[in-house]
Each structure stands twice: as C-alpha cells, then as structure tokens.
Nanobody, 126 residues
Framework: HVQLVESGGGSVQAGGSLRLSCAAS????????MAWFRQAPGKEREGVAS??????????RYADSVKGRFTISKDDAKNTLYLEMNSLKPEDTGVYYC?????????????????WGQGTQVTVST
C-alpha cells in the first residue's frame, strides 16, 4: 500500500515561489509515473506535471499553463517527489495533490493514478 504525504504549501504573493514535497512510503516502483495535480475551487482536478524515471534518465511532461515556471523532480533514494514553483500567479491557487500510478510513461490523466496524497493548499494573492 503506497502512502503519499505532501508538504510545503502556503500563501505567497504573485511572482513568488514555493517548493512542494511528497514523501512516498510503502511499495513503490521507481520506473512508474508520479505526478502533481491541482484543484481550484469549483474546478476539476488538473494535471500539472508528471515524471517517469528510467535509469539515469527522467521523462517529464508539463501542463502548458506551468511550462517554464514549474519544475518537477524526484529523489528515488529518498522516495520523495518535488515541485518547484516559480513566478506564481493567482490562477495557480488550489489544493495540490501528489499522485503515483503504474504507467511507465508520463501522463496527466488522473485516471492513470491510483494512489493520492491528502493535498496541500497553495494560495497566490495579487
């Protein structure tokens, strides 16, 4: 059973930065997909970034809305997933979720993930 625990959320002003972490425990596949999703009030959950590691190579996919501003990474030795968020905008506000799935390719489809963290709130003010 995989457990995912996010941390690092908070409130920042537009243009600021935050770094989210997701500590994974239980049975995890280093070659399987992990991702960050977010959900704003009244909106559907959307994929932000996904990563799959194959040896020393990482394959990454970003949503168009965060390209150039967000960076996803993972430390397999620590079983930890990260999301570095820079140049934050008010529209980045929402609950951010860490997810782990069994696909061996990057995907931003929430249906491809069977394990979810509890979420961490990110609020960006003007």
């Amino acid at each position: 059973h995989v457990q995912l625990v996010e941390s690092g959320g908070g409130s920042v002003q537009a243009g600021g930065s935050l770094r989210l972490s997701c500590a994974a425990s239980g049975y995890t596949y280093n070659r399987n997909c992990m991702a960050w999703f977010r959900q704003a009030p009244g909106k559907e959950r959307e994929g932000v970034a996904s990563i799959v590691s194959a040896g020393s190579t990482s394959y990454i996919r970003y949503a168009d809305s965060v390209k150039g501003r967000f960076t996803i990474s993972k430390d397999d030795a620590k079983n930890t997933l990260y999301l570095e968020m820079n140049s934050l905008k008010p529209e980045d506000t929402g609950v951010y979720y860490c997810a782990a799935g069994e696909r061996t390719y990057t995907t931003l489809d929430s249906h491809d993930y069977g394990n979810w963290g509890q979420g961490t709130q990110v609020t960006v003010s003007t």
